[in-house]
């Protein structure tokens, strides 16, 4: 076709219009082997709707399985729309209906995941400017004869000149609006009612806002553990920490939090403080002062509290402010920093994440959860006294990666700056979050993380629940991802917990 030949330039597009136009219709799907009658755009599926479902081939009946013919999702966003807060909704839309790949891409980015089991995999991605030399290599992947053979081991796929189709099971699902001769048309799969779908598909229905997880596998077994750290208060810490970690959990990794900062800010946000009299206080005699004082006792296996705030849980080091106070005491021994190490050797085969609060200032507590870590987080709302203070910030991580030459440890691994409690005003969002943001990278050379964490209702209300035990109040918190799992906040998180595990794998 005429319009395979096109010049493809990502600097032609203004809006999420012109990528689905020119990008998609009229460069990528005739590229690729798709001719018109095999594809339809603004496809409406229950409470589904796709930019773009690519058939394979034409089958009849259309069932949602394994053995359907629907191949590709595509999803078209705007050149200036970030990719990430879309990967977890592409993960829906590929589950529920079973469809091996999906492609998210706003001409500048262009990604290919694929379909194993119950998670999605990242399998190719390049820019914008790379996409004509690497067509080849996308043809291999999502080329229309090419998923024809993979699907069904044949080597080209049945056509069809076929203006409308009816999808059918147990119950009739018209696809409307289909002709070949306006590739643009809408198209709406349209529902009778729940009980009259198969099951599999209205099992499906039902179960779309609720995705199974996106795993990725770290590259070994060997746990990692993460430091959440700045020096200054007020940038996000433990909201990044507990919601990070269910995020994390619900990819299916193990995840113990260990809280070292005495104001125990985690350790609320997690729900183990159940009492509201300090008569009551069941954390003070084992939390993780215990940890830090004793070589000999108080293990991880010990003091860790199974902490319901998330499903599934978590396992959780609890902190006290009796910390505060020891301080001193345990600045006089002289393997105090090696401690926590030394136990948390002693689970690396218990849990596959573990994440460390830590105090906004300077002291030992800091300097411990720094030196036990493999990787830094540092949150920030990028606001001025944040980020003076990230000269502080890397002057303290030049001095601990100096005593971990003398453990024969490498340098902790600064993953980034995580841009949190960012406000969603738009012209912020617009004007000065990118200006703070190089700022960041070009003042303090460090690197800004992808993701961003905003200010939104549901991650203030998320660690605000109660429930009413005997007439008390008594503090019930949740994350985010368990309190409003379809929120912005549940998506930010998700994708963070992606972004980090492809960092550490």
């Known amino acids: 076709m005429a319009c395979v030949s096109m010049t493809f330039n990502p600097d032609n597009y203004r809006n999420e219009t012109e990528v689905e136009s020119k990008l998609i219709v009229h460069y990528l ?54 990719l990430n807060p879309h990967v977890g909704k592409l993960h829906r839309y590929l589950s529920c209906l079973q469809v091996s790949y999906g492609v998210l891409t706003n001409s500048k980015d262009f990604r290919i995941y694929e379909r194993v089991e119950q998670r999605i995999e990242l399998i190719f991605r390049c820019s914008g400017a790379e996409l004509e030399t690497q067509l080849p290599v996308i043809k291999s992947l999502i080329g229309r004869a090419e998923l ?60 779309v806002e609720e995705p199974t997880p996106i795993q990725e596998t770290l590259g070994d077994t060997i746990m990692k553990t993460i430091a959440v750290y700045h020096n200054k208060g007020g940038v996000g810490k433990t909201t990044t920490v507990v919601n990070l970690a269910a995020a994390l959990r619900k990819q299916g990794k193990r995840v113990l939090i260990v809280d070292l900062d005495s104001q125990a800010n985690t350790t609320f946000a997690t729900g183990l403080v159940k009492f509201d009299d300090e008569v009551n206080d069941n954390l003070k005699d084992c939390n993780v002062l215990h940890v830090l004082s004793s070589e000999e006792s108080f293990s991880i296996k010990e003091v860790a509290r199974r902490s319901n705030f998330c499903n599934p849980p978590v396992d959780v080091i609890p902190s006290h402010i009796d910390l505060m106070k020891a301080e001193s005491d345990l600045n006089s021994i002289d393997r105090s920093r090696m401690i926590l190490i030394q136990k948390l050797s002693e689970v690396e085969h218990d849990y596959d994440i573990v994440i460390i609060d830590t105090p906004p200032s300077l002291n030992l507590y800091a300097r411990v959860a720094i030196i036990a870590a493999d990787y830094l987080i540092i949150p920030s709302d990028l606001k001025p006294f944040a980020n003076q203070g990230l000269k502080n910030v890397k002057a303290l991580i030049h001095e601990i990666d100096g005593f971990r030459k003398f453990l024969n440890k490498p340098p902790v691994k600064i993953l980034g700056v995580l841009p949190s409690k960012v406000s969603t005003n738009a012209q912020f969002v617009k004007h000065a979050l990118p200006r703070r943001m190089q700022v960041v990278e070009e003042r303090y050379e460090l690197e800004v993380m992808e993701c961003t964490i905003y200010e939104r209702e549901a991650l203030a209300k998320s660690s605000e629940q109660i429930r009413i035990v005997g007439g008390m109040e008594i503090p019930d918190p949740l994350s985010v991802l368990d309190f409003q799992p379809d929120s912005q906040s549940a998506q930010e998180f998700e994708n963070l917990a992606l972004e980090v595990l492809r960092k550490i794998a």
């Open 29 to 82: 799907l005739p590229a690729l082997g798709y001719s018109p009658e095999t594809w339809n755009q603004e496809v409406s599926l229950g409470s589904i709707r796709l930019d773009f479902l690519v058939f394979a081939s034409q089958i009849m009946p259309i069932n949602v399985g394994e053995n359907s013919p629907l191949s590709l999702v595509i999803e078209a966003k705007a050149p200036s729309q970030n």
């Open 148 to 207: 024809f053979q993979k699907k069904f081991g044949l080597s080209s796929p049945n056509s069809s000149n076929s203006k409308s189709k009816t999808i059918t099971g147990e119950s009739d699902l018209i696809f409307s609006n289909l002709d070949a001769q306006n590739p643009s048309a809408s198209t709406t799969f349209a529902f009778p009612h729940a009980d009259s779908l198969t099951p599999q598909i209205s099992q499906s229905l039902q179960t």
